[in-house]
């Protein structure tokens, strides 16, 4: 079956809502909600397919569009490749020039509406953010709650409590003291053992490689309504990854580093590669800071993950 290559926008709006559309009754998936778009033509850039396609459907004209996503998505009556593109900058006022409704949602609220299948791993997309902090570990408590909330007020909104060489009773009064420090704030990703996942319900749950390999065939832990994530290195833990339904994963080292000197890079071309077959965000990981995430959205990831290049001084 021919796949269809379809070009899709994540439309955001000065107030950081994000604009939907839903699909006319009498087409496929008719009557559930979309990422504008549609077709690329035969030899038609995506760039300027996506341009195209939102100037005829809603009237808007881009001016502003990076790289977010590609997902292969294949229906019992068809097969999609989705180029999902981020607008942050758009002239005119979108309305529904072919008669569809649209709704302009905040992105928390996006897991509220209908789409189809294809259009999930979008919606998690759309609400994550372009950095992905880790923070150090062999920090003095109080020293690590200074960083962090000095990181926050600069902007940081999705967080990773590292903490590998602290006993198990000490990370978990330190995740409490970091959940509060987080709420209304930024999403709490914790690491450890599952079995804590109860006691933590505002948190998400980053799982380390070697659990992404004891518990994929399990499924997924929990609902969805709670963030999953996942440490991959390769293409053997991405697919393992997509099988478990994790939202999103780190992919590294991409380059060397000083926490991992013993980890080979992969270097940006083979991240790049493994990328191109997975449907689900990706933060890069390993040597990188915010000077990279123009690269990093090239080679298809959401965006960087890092420790000392997202680290306040």
């Keep these: ?38 077709k690329v033509e035969a ?22 569009a990076r790289p977010l996503i590609q997902i292969r998505h294949d229906y019992p009556d068809q097969c999609v490749l989705l180029d999902v593109w981020e607008v942050g900058v758009f002239a005119g006022e979108p309305h529904g020039a072919e008669g569809q409704a649209l709704a302009w949602v905040a992105p928390r609220q996006l897991p509220e509406y209908e789409f189809p299948a294809a259009n999930y791993p979008i919606v998690a997309a759309a609400r994550l953010p372009e950095r992905y902090l880790i923070t150090p570990d062999n920090l003095p408590s109080q020293a690590l709650l200074q960083g962090l909330r000095a990181a926050l007020d600069g902007g940081i909104r999705l ?22 420090l987080c709420a209304g704030r930024a999403q709490l990703m914790l690491k450890g053992p599952l079995e804590w996942l109860g006691d933590f319900p505002a948190a998400g749950w980053h799982l380390t490689a070697r659990q992404l390999r004891e518990y994929a065939a399990k499924g997924r832990p929990f609902p969805a309504e709670r963030w999953l994530a996942a440490s991959c290195h390769d293409a053997e833990e991405l697919a393992l990854a997509a ?71």
């Design 43 to 64: 030899g038609e850039a995506v760039e300027a397919a996506l341009a195209r396609e939102l100037e005829e459907e809603l009237g808007i004209r881009v001016t502003a």
């Design 159 to 180: 967080v990773q409590l590292r903490a590998p060489n602290m006993y198990d009773p000490e990370y978990r009064d330190l995740a409490v003291d970091v959940q509060g």
């Design 243 to 313: 099988q478990m339904g994790v939202d999103f994963v780190t992919l590294s080292p991409v380059e060397a580093t000083r926490s991992h000197p013993e980890a080979s890079p992969l270097g940006w071309e083979q991240a790049a590669e493994l990328l191109q077959g997975f449907d689900r965000p990706a933060f890069l990981l390993g040597g990188l800071a915010s000077q990279d995430l123009a690269r990093a959205w090239r080679a298809g990831a959401q965006g960087i993950a890092g420790i000392r290049g997202f680290w306040p001084d």
């Design 1 to 38: 079956m021919k796949r269809v290559h379809v070009a899709a926008a994540v439309i955001r709006g000065a107030d950081g809502r994000v604009l939907i559309a839903r699909r006319p009754e009498d087409k496929h998936q008719g009557g559930l909600w979309e990422f504008p778009g549609g």
